[in-house]
């Protein structure tokens, strides 16, 4: 399954970004998706994971309360939409495609990924 991560930038702490994906296929609506970044010299982190239907959703705790997931089957998209951003939200992210109908954050789950796309934060 090919995945298109979209949408990263330069925002200011405080502000708001949104993040899309999108599958090739349709494969992926079968599946959990999720989100994960890598900030320089550290490792590749979860950050948030939709069920198949989008019934459930999964948050790491550094960004609950602040990032929202969704998806859109119709599109076989999904979303991350970051409010209140701070700097250590800097970082590559990268959207995963679950070989689970519910997925969380063991990176070992998700079968396919996508380039990543940089999202910088300033102070």
């Known amino acids: 399954v090919q995945l298109q991560a979209s949408g990263g930038g330069l925002v200011q702490a405080g502000g708001s970004h949104r993040l899309s994906c999108a599958a090739a296929r349709r494969t992926s609506n079968n599946n959990a998706v999720g989100w994960f970044r890598q900030a320089p010299g550290k490792e590749r982190e979860f950050v948030a994971a939709i069920s198949y239907n989008g019934a459930r959703t999964h948050y790491s705790e550094s960004v609950k309360g602040r990032f929202t997931i969704s998806r859109d089957n119709a599109k076989s998209a999904w979303y991350l939409q970051m409010d209140n951003l701070t700097p250590e939200d800097t970082a590559v992210y990268y959207c995963?495609?679950?070989?689970?109908?519910?997925?969380?954050?063991?990176?070992?789950?998700?079968?396919?990924w996508g380039q990543g796309t940089q999202v910088t934060v300033s102070s």
């Open positions: 995963a495609v679950s070989r689970f109908s519910y997925s969380g954050s063991d990176r070992s789950s998700y079968a396919y």
